[in-house]
């Protein structure tokens, strides 16, 4: 689980449990009450293909109120909510909030944007040889996204997968992704603890 989903994890919770006050990796000995515990999620490695593993993350969050009964009403809310979400929680960017990286009004447009982004963005010191497309049920537009990374990088080794029933049912039909490894611009502090500053009121 990366910075980015921790992040996006917190802000959606403490977005809908309002006043609910945050504590991360340490629980203070006079917290305040009602408030939510943020440890460290735990994971566990497994062999997923014989060319592939994968990890399966759990994350435990308390939370605490006067009584039991307090507490399950603000978890009860919080998972409500999160099940009318269809338990997608929106990812956020590293100022907090939710952002457009771009829009393009068009098929072949859309399709030569994430050639454009890709450019911009991959890490020519990293493994930038290979790329990854996926595509919910749109072979061909796939087709002509690895064509034209083709053209860009001759070299580059690109894996075309097709995005499961699980994920497509979110994103719809004829979605199309490009994953590569980018470059990081960030400081040295993760997303996650900046959001842990902004809710403090720290700078």
Not at 92 to 111: F, H, P, Q, S, Y
């Amino acid at each position: 689980m990366i910075d980015q989903e921790i992040a996006s994890i917190i802000h959606f919770i403490l977005g809908t449990a309002k006043g609910v006050s945050p504590y991360y990796f340490n629980m203070p000995q006079d917290f305040a009450i009602p408030s939510f515990f943020f440890p460290p999620p735990e994971f566990e490695a497994f062999g997923d293909t014989l060319q592939s593993f994968r990890f399966d993350y759990s994350w435990t969050i308390p939370v605490f109120a006067y009584d039991n009964s307090r507490a399950h009403a603000i978890a009860a809310n919080v998972a409500h909510v999160l099940e009318t979400y269809r338990r997608v929680v929106p990812l956020i960017g590293e100022d907090g909030k939710l952002a457009l990286t771009g829009v393009a009004r068009g098929r072949k447009k859309g399709i030569k944007q994430l050639v454009d982004y890709y450019k911009k963005n991959v890490d020519g010191l990293g493994p930038s040889h290979m790329v990854i497309i996926g595509h919910a049920d749109c072979p061909k537009d796939a087709g002509r996204l690895k064509d034209l990374l083709m053209k860009e990088d001759p070299n580059l080794l690109v894996l075309t997968c097709s995005i499961g029933p699980v994920i497509g049912s979110h994103v719809g039909p004829e979605m199309l992704a490009v994953v590569f490894w980018g470059s990081d611009k960030r400081d040295n502090v993760s997303v996650a603890d900046r959001i842990a500053r902004k809710v403090k009121g720290e700078k």
